[in-house]
Structures are given as structure tokens and as C-alpha cells.
């Protein structure tokens, strides 16, 4: 059975027996002392000192000042004096009124004492659970940061969490059999060694213990989300690229089979014209499933970190002429404004002719008849700015990030725009180079894709 804690201190209680004993015959020696006593203004008297003792030191003090009070007034101030008799009826009923009262107030104010405790301690350990809920499961590690300031606020030499009897978690060092055991939720226990809890005590315990159980559910829910993200991406990827595959790669290579078995085929006669222009056919659709299987297969070394990068001295006007063959015919509508004075890149040329490549060939979709993009380039700082600029339609600047993912071809209606990958391999591509890819409003309509470089020095 657990024993009820006293309303006040053990101290406080001294101090009300003290001042009973004291108290009690200094008044009876003062009244004793005035020229008219009567009974009922020293009874008044009496029961105000034993509200103040009650005050002092609760319940017990008080009720030693109401009993010794009564033989008091009895001996000195109820006829016959110096006797513990009462000669007249209406003195005894006084008397035992006084012990009544008196008996009922110390009972009072010992209640609204202890009530006054109880709503403290009350206070406190909302407070104190309130400050765990709030600071400690919003931490990084709510589990292990709970159960550290359970062992601090306890003075414990360790806290252990258990679940169906495993180790789960444990601060301070665990050593020989635990003293105190909580069970929080289902099959998880807390373990505490170094003291035994008092009652009160263990009922803050027990929900640190619930608030434990919490922040176990939410680690392990952390972690199940941190595993099945990279997961959940790596799905969309495959289906991304099993769906590009399906069509995109596909495409060229039955335009270039379908080229070749025509020029084969001894059903057919074909004249120069139309055998230069099969020919013409096929080595389009090899170049463009060339650009696109290379494309592949730099994401994925991008993406596994596998990328290689020889960083030169290289100036922009080597760069951009090779990337411009690549492109054919439409390579050759490029305008072209690259200064003789720009001071030289480092930069890894095949990395940045891809990043080229890429970009005008996306330009150049998108660009109206009659107004072809533009290549640009500045020297800014330590840095050097390549502007590819086209005239188009553009893109909403809410939805610029989203034209970086992989297998995203934002607009695209038909089913000639390639694999979405250009921006997203080129924004990689040129941060592999220590550069950085972003995106800006060309004036008048359009997008310009802004390439920044370190330059060589």
C-alpha cells in the first residue's frame, strides 16, 4: 500500500509543534495577565492559535494545540479554576465547541494544504512532460534524447528500451539487474537501474515510458520512409526509361533498319536521288540513337558517381564549332557571338561539347521558323557565361526545376522529342565540371540557359 505524502515538510512540522508549545502558555499567560478575562473572547483567541499552528505545521501540530488549548482554558480560565472541572453547563458546551471548531479548521486547512501540494506537483510534471513532447520528439533522435532525460531527471545509472525482450536503445551504462521496470506499449519496456521510484515518481515514469513508445513508432516510420523513397525513385527511373526505351530508342533504329532493308531489297530500282536520300536517312536516325544511348549512359554514371572528368585549358571558340557539326544541317542556322578576348576555360571539352549539344538541340525544337537560337558567351569574375538563347515559347518559371528531372519533357505533345534527358544530363555535366546550369526569361519571349564555367588561371 503506498503511503499518503504529508501536506507539509517534516521541518514545517517541527515548527508548528514548537510554536503549539510555546505559543499556547505565553497566550495563557497574557490573558491570564488582563484585569476582566472572559470566556469567550479567550476562546476566540485560543482557536486563532490553533489556525495559526494549522498554518504553520498542518494537521497533527494543530490538533496537539486544539487538545492542549482546551485543558488550558479549562484549568485557567472555566470556574472552578486550577481543576480540570467545569462547574457550569455553558462552559463545558463552550469548551467542547472550541475542540470542535478547532478540529475541523486544523482538518481544513491541512486539506487545502495538501490539495495546494498536489496541484504543484501536478503543474510541475505537466510542465515537465509538456517540455519532453514538445523540445525532445522533435528532435533528429527523439528516442535516444528522450530516454537521456529521463535517466538526468531520475539520477539514473541507465535507461534501457526493450522491445519483446531486445534491446532496442540504452543510455548510461547498464550493469546487473534493473530496478525499476515500465511497460509502455505492448511488448516495449523501459528498464531503469540505480534507484527505486517513490509512487509519485513513477507515475511521470510511466508516461515517459508511453512517450517513448511514440518516438520508437516514429524512428522506425523515419526509417521506412527513408528506405522506400530512394526505392519509390528508382521505380519511377525504370519505368521512366523502360517507357523511353519503348519508343524513343526504338524509333531511330527502325527508321535507319527500314532505310537500309529498302536499299537492300532488289524489288526496288532507286535512283541516285532516292538512294542518297535513304542513305541520308539512316545516318540521321544512327546519329540521333548515337546521341541518345550516350545520353543513357552518362545519367547512369552521373548517377552512380562513376563519371570521369579531365579538366583543361580549353577556349569556348574550340568548343562550340565541334558542337555545331554534331548538330548537321540545323547546327549551321546557329548565330554565333563568342568574343576573341574571353580568357579560357577549365573544362573537360567532350563534357562541355555534350553540354552544348544538348542545349541547341532543345533550342533549336523549340525555336520558330526565321528566328534561330543564339549562342553567346561573356567573361564574368573568375567565371565564364555561355548563354544559349532561343525565341520560343518558354517556360513557366514556377515549373524551371521541374525541366531538370529526368524523363521530363515538359510541353511535349508528340513523340519525337527524345527521352527528356538533355537538361538533366547537362545541368550534370556541367556541375561534374564545377560549373552550374541555370535557367533566365530571354527578353521578348523564350528561354536562355545560362552555363557559368571557372575560368582557367
Given at each position: 500500500m503506498v503511503r499518503e505524502r504529508a501536506a507539509v515538510s517534516r521541518r514545517r512540522q517541527?515548527?508548528?509543534?514548537?510554536?503549539?508549545?510555546?505559543?499556547?502558555?505565553?497566550?495563557?499567560?497574557?490573558?491570564?495577565a488582563l484585569p476582566d478575562p472572559s470566556l469567550v473572547t479567550d476562546i476566540l483567541l485560543f482557536l486563532v492559535a490553533v489556525v495559526g499552528v494549522a498554518l504553520i505545521g498542518g494537521l497533527w501540530p494543530a490538533l496537539l494545540a486544539a487538545v492542549g488549548g482546551s485543558l488550558l482554558l479549562n484549568w485557567f480560565f472555566t470556574p472552578p479554576y486550577g481543576h480540570f472541572l467545569v462547574a457550569q453547563r455553558e462552559n463545558l458546551l463552550a469548551l467542547v465547541i472550541f475542540v470542535g471548531v478547532a478540529v475541523a479548521v486544523s482538518?481544513?486547512?491541512d486539506t487545502a494544504a495538501r490539495r495546494t501540494l498536489e496541484a504543484a506537483q501536478a503543474s510541475a510534471e505537466a510542465r515537465m512532460l509538456a517540455t519532453v513532447a514538445g523540445s525532445v520528439l522533435h528532435g533528429e533522435r527523439p528516442l535516444m534524447a528522450l530516454l537521456d532525460r529521463l535517466r538526468e531527471t531520475f539520477a539514473m545509472d541507465s535507461v534501457t528500451l526493450l522491445d519483446a525482450g531486445e534491446v532496442v536503445v540504452s543510455v548510461g551504462e547498464p550493469a546487473g539487474p534493473a530496478d525499476v521496470e515500465v511497460r509502455a506499449d505492448g511488448d516495449v519496456v523501459v528498464q531503469f537501474r540505480g534507484r527505486v521510484l517513490e509512487a509519485s515518481d513513477r507515475r511521470i515514469v510511466e508516461a515517459f515510458a508511453a512517450q517513448a513508445a511514440v518516438a520508437l513508432r516514429q524512428e522506425r516510420l523515419a526509417a521506412e520512409a527513408a528506405t522506400a523513397k530512394p526505392l519509390a525513385e528508382a521505380n519511377r527511373l525504370r519505368t521512366a526509361l523502360l517507357a523511353a526505351v519503348s519508343h524513343d530508342l526504338r524509333t531511330p533504329l527502325a527508321s535507319a533498319k527500314a532505310s537500309v532493308a529498302s536499299?537492300?531489297?532488289?524489288?526496288v530500282e532507286f535512283d541516285d536521288e532516292d538512294r542518297a536520300e535513304l542513305l541520308a536517312t539512316a545516318d540521321e536516325s544512327l546519329d540521333k540513337l548515337g546521341r541518345l544511348v550516350a545520353n543513357l549512359l552518362d545519367m547512369s554514371r552521373l548517377q552512380a558517381g562513376a563519371l570521369g572528368v579531365s579538366a583543361v585549358e580549353v577556349g569556348a571558340e574550340d568548343v562550340v564549332p565541334p558542337a555545331l557539326d554534331d548538330l548537321g544541317p540545323e547546327g549551321r542556322t546557329v548565330t554565333v557571338r563568342v568574343p576573341d578576348d574571353l580568357p579560357p576555360l577549365r573544362v573537360d571539352p567532350g563534357l562541355l561539347e555534350r553540354v552544348l549539344v544538348n542545349l541547341l538541340a532543345n533550342a533549336l525544337r523549340y525555336s520558330p521558323e526565321g528566328r534561330p537560337p543564339m549562342i553567346t558567351a561573356s567573361a564574368h569574375g573568375e567565371t565564364v557565361q555561355l548563354r544559349v538563347i532561343d525565341h520560343g515559347p518558354g517556360i513557366p518559371v514556377d515549373r524551371w526545376d521541374d525541366v531538370f528531372l529526368p524523363f521530363q519533357r515538359l510541353g511535349d505533345r508528340d513523340n519525337h522529342?527524345?527521352?527528356?534527358l538533355g537538361l538533366a544530363l547537362s545541368r550534370g555535366l556541367?556541375?561534374?565540371?564545377?560549373?552550374?546550369?541555370?535557367?533566365?526569361?530571354?527578353?521578348?519571349?523564350?528561354?536562355?540557359?545560362?552555363?557559368?564555367?571557372?575560368?582557367?588561371?
Amino acid at each position: 500500500m503506498v503511503r499518503e505524502r504529508a501536506a507539509v515538510s517534516r521541518r514545517r512540522q517541527t515548527a508548528g509543534f514548537l510554536t503549539a508549545l510555546i505559543g499556547l502558555p505565553v497566550l495563557t499567560g497574557l490573558l491570564a495577565a488582563l484585569p476582566d478575562p472572559s470566556l469567550v473572547t479567550d476562546i476566540l483567541l485560543f482557536l486563532v492559535a490553533v489556525v495559526g499552528v494549522a498554518l504553520i505545521g498542518g494537521l497533527w501540530p494543530a490538533l496537539l494545540a486544539a487538545v492542549g488549548g482546551s485543558l488550558l482554558l479549562n484549568w485557567f480560565f472555566t470556574p472552578p479554576y486550577g481543576h480540570f472541572l467545569v462547574a457550569q453547563r455553558e462552559n463545558l458546551l463552550a469548551l467542547v465547541i472550541f475542540v470542535g471548531v478547532a478540529v475541523a479548521v486544523s482538518w481544513v486547512v491541512d486539506t487545502a494544504a495538501r490539495r495546494t501540494l498536489e496541484a504543484a506537483q501536478a503543474s510541475a510534471e505537466a510542465r515537465m512532460l509538456a517540455t519532453v513532447a514538445g523540445s525532445v520528439l522533435h528532435g533528429e533522435r527523439p528516442l535516444m534524447a528522450l530516454l537521456d532525460r529521463l535517466r538526468e531527471t531520475f539520477a539514473m545509472d541507465s535507461v534501457t528500451l526493450l522491445d519483446a525482450g531486445e534491446v532496442v536503445v540504452s543510455v548510461g551504462e547498464p550493469a546487473g539487474p534493473a530496478d525499476v521496470e515500465v511497460r509502455a506499449d505492448g511488448d516495449v519496456v523501459v528498464q531503469f537501474r540505480g534507484r527505486v521510484l517513490e509512487a509519485s515518481d513513477r507515475r511521470i515514469v510511466e508516461a515517459f515510458a508511453a512517450q517513448a513508445a511514440v518516438a520508437l513508432r516514429q524512428e522506425r516510420l523515419a526509417a521506412e520512409a527513408a528506405t522506400a523513397k530512394p526505392l519509390a525513385e528508382a521505380n519511377r527511373l525504370r519505368t521512366a526509361l523502360l517507357a523511353a526505351v519503348s519508343h524513343d530508342l526504338r524509333t531511330p533504329l527502325a527508321s535507319a533498319k527500314a532505310s537500309v532493308a529498302s536499299l537492300r531489297s532488289s524489288d526496288v530500282e532507286f535512283d541516285d536521288e532516292d538512294r542518297a536520300e535513304l542513305l541520308a536517312t539512316a545516318d540521321e536516325s544512327l546519329d540521333k540513337l548515337g546521341r541518345l544511348v550516350a545520353n543513357l549512359l552518362d545519367m547512369s554514371r552521373l548517377q552512380a558517381g562513376a563519371l570521369g572528368v579531365s579538366a583543361v585549358e580549353v577556349g569556348a571558340e574550340d568548343v562550340v564549332p565541334p558542337a555545331l557539326d554534331d548538330l548537321g544541317p540545323e547546327g549551321r542556322t546557329v548565330t554565333v557571338r563568342v568574343p576573341d578576348d574571353l580568357p579560357p576555360l577549365r573544362v573537360d571539352p567532350g563534357l562541355l561539347e555534350r553540354v552544348l549539344v544538348n542545349l541547341l538541340a532543345n533550342a533549336l525544337r523549340y525555336s520558330p521558323e526565321g528566328r534561330p537560337p543564339m549562342i553567346t558567351a561573356s567573361a564574368h569574375g573568375e567565371t565564364v557565361q555561355l548563354r544559349v538563347i532561343d525565341h520560343g515559347p518558354g517556360i513557366p518559371v514556377d515549373r524551371w526545376d521541374d525541366v531538370f528531372l529526368p524523363f521530363q519533357r515538359l510541353g511535349d505533345r508528340d513523340n519525337h522529342s527524345g527521352v527528356g534527358l538533355g537538361l538533366a544530363l547537362s545541368r550534370g555535366l556541367t556541375e561534374a565540371m564545377s560549373g552550374t546550369l541555370t535557367p533566365e526569361e530571354t527578353p521578348g519571349g523564350g528561354l536562355t540557359m545560362i552555363i557559368s564555367l571557372p575560368a582557367f588561371s
